[in-house]
């Protein structure tokens, strides 16, 4: 989340013309849903892992 909202910015903020208000929009795009993303599949992932029973 943190690689992408920086990179995003870095990339919008020097290669395009935009507006900075369409700029701090893309860069909420790629920033805060990522996050969110990240945490609801790690919870799943985790709930997910303690039903496997391991190989041995």
């Known amino acids: 989340m943190a690689f992408l909202y920086f990179a995003i910015g870095a990339i919008v903020g ?4 935009l507006p900075v208000a369409a700029a701090a929009f893309i860069r909420f795009l790629f920033g805060w849903p990522q996050f969110v993303t990240a945490v609801i599949s790690g ?14």
């Open 14 to 17: 020097t290669l395009t013309k």
């Open 43 to 56: 919870a799943l992932s985790s709930l997910i892992a303690r039903r496997i029973k391991p190989i041995s």
